[in-house]
């Protein structure tokens, strides 16, 4: 059954008789054609999915081999949709919720069909990955695993962090990434004791620990991993914490498997940072679901988070974290694959404290 099918199959239950895909991650996932967020939409019908978009696409539409996706060029995209749905009888269209307002304003205007939003209906279909999925995110996992043996081998006291974030970004896309799925994130120092720091022209210098957070995307699908090492010799309790940090990214990977709850995997790995003194210095989730973006569902897996199943074939992150204001911090994270044989971790690089001396 094809992704298109899969998603009619749900029309009946929400009694929909088309959805509209308004999300470029969601028609890449449902059609395999590349559109640029904005640049056209997805109607889903019980008999056609059809992409309709502007001059700009013409030939690349033209020449998109599909067995069951047409095309229709218009400028007038919500337009074209009431049209098609007139013509088909159609009378009630579900759309995407994350639309803007002003989207929503101009189809509510346009539409003679009753519209109703729907929310996460495609991306729910895009948590559980297939074999081709997990395999292209092993291979951008691999691929920033060997970026960040370039970070050891480039990375000294001296160098600033802005310096080192664009030089592990020109590594990766010389080496066949696409582009960055967030900004890097290079921290050093007290800097690192910022769960979300941004990049700064700060110089590192020795003694600091640097954390190292980065994805990006390859063939479409897009690893995301942290790793902190040090330069020279690290202040004792941060080489503390980082072992600290380290088993609980263990446990937690030990623990993941089809059926456990968001929250009851989060306290595996937080009860460990909790005991050893440390709750109040991890302030974020436990990670996160990836794929053809940088966050999916699970959007985040946490405290209070019993709404959160895993299934097998899910791909989420662990990233358990400690940060000490005016010190520094540790994050390690990986990627892991959940089966009902244990958790498959994706990402390669080493998690032992890397030390540049």
């Known amino acids: 059954m094809t992704r298109i099918e899969r998603l009619r199959k749900k029309f009946a ?10 999300n470029e991650e969601n028609i890449y996932y449902l059609t395999g054609f590349h559109l640029l967020q904005g640049d056209g939409v997805l109607l889903v019908t019980d008999n056609y999915a059809i992409i309709i978009s502007d001059a700009r696409y013409q030939t690349a539409l033209a020449a998109f081999d599909s067995d069951e996706v047409i095309a229709t060029i218009s400028a007038d995209y919500f337009g074209a949709v009431d049209k098609i749905c007139q013509g088909m009888k159609i009378k009630v269209v579900g ?20 519209i109703v939003p729907q929310t996460n209906l495609v991306e729910s279909m895009r948590a559980i990955k297939d074999a081709a999925e997990v395999e292209k995110i092993r291979q951008a ?6 970026g960040f043996q370039y970070v050891l081998q480039t990375a000294h006291a001296g160098m600033s962090e802005r310096e080192l974030a664009n030089r592990l970004d020109f590594w990766m896309k010389d080496h066949g990434a696409q582009k960055a799925s967030f900004d890097t994130i290079v921290a050093s120092g007290p800097n690192s004791a910022e769960p979300h720091a941004t990049v700064s022209d700060r110089q590192m210098q020795e003694g600091d620990m640097v954390t190292l957070d980065f994805g990006y995307f390859y063939q479409g699908y897009t690893a995301d991993m942290t790793r902190t090492f040090a330069l020279g010799k690290p202040d004792p309790q941060l080489k503390d914490i980082y072992a600290i940090v380290n088993a609980a990214r263990q446990e937690v ?3 993941a498997r089809p059926g456990v709850r968001g929250d009851q995997l989060d306290v595996v790995g937080r009860q460990l940072i909790d005991e050893a003194g440390f709750a109040d210095n991890f302030q974020h989730g436990m990670g996160h679901g990836i794929g053809l973006a940088i966050h999916e569902l699970p959007s985040s897996y946490s405290p209070g988070r019993d709404d959160v199943r895993f299934a097998n074939n899910q791909v989420i992150t662990v990233e ?17 694959v959940i089966t009902h044989q244990g958790a498959q971790v994706l990402t390669t690089a080493p998690t032992e404290l890397q030390i540049i001396d």
């Open 95 to 114: 759309f995407e919720d994350s639309i803007s307002f002003a989207d929503y304003d101009q189809l509510d205007d346009l539409m003679a069909a009753d």
């Open 320 to 336: 358990p974290g400690i940060y000490l204001p005016g010190l520094g911090g540790v994050r390690i994270e990986d990627d892991i």
């Open 13 to 22: 239950k929400l009694y929909l008789d088309a959805m509209l895909i308004t």
């Open 253 to 255: 990977i030990k623990a």
């Open 141 to 146: 996992a691999a691929l920033q695993s060997a």
